[in-house]
Nanobody
Framework: VDLVESGGGSVQAGGSLRLSCSASGEFVDNDVCMAWFRQAPGKGLEAVAVIGYESVTIYAESVKGRFTISKGNAKNSVNLKMNRLEPEDTAVYYC??????????????????WGQGTQVTVSQ
């Protein structure tokens, strides 16, 4: 199973970016749980948002109201639309996936598959 992210880049505070993640391999024929995590410089991995069965979504408090996770047009693909970006959102963003969703969605150990990461930089 491969997860491939795209859409990172640099933007000024208040701007927007859209990240995408596509899964290939054995995921293609299954409904899976897909999430976004991020890691800021010098900090640990932080869960950002998850989308599960029937497109139920959960967000970290720090991004609620600004970020939107949604399923892409292709099966087992996911997007993260990020609005009103802040310098504190600067991080490497990772797509993660698993065959089932957990109530402990924010724990990285709940996901078996990870993308390579894409950099998001927000300047003042």
């Amino acid at each position: 199973v491969d997860l491939v992210e795209s859409g990172g880049g640099s933007v000024q505070a208040g701007g927007s970016l859209r990240l995408s993640c596509s899964a290939s391999g054995e995921f293609v024929d299954n409904d899976v749980c897909m999430a976004w995590f991020r890691q800021a410089p010098g900090k640990g991995l932080e869960a950002v948002a998850v989308i599960g069965y029937e497109s139920v979504t959960i967000y970290a408090e720090s991004v609620k109201g600004r970020f939107t996770i949604s399923k892409g047009n292709a099966k087992n693909s996911v997007n993260l639309k990020m609005n009103r970006l802040e310098p504190e959102d600067t991080a490497v963003y990772y797509c993660a996936a698993n065959f089932w969703c957990s109530s402990m969605w924010h724990e990285e150990l709940r996901y078996s598959y990870w993308g390579q990461g894409t950099q998001v930089t927000v300047s003042q």
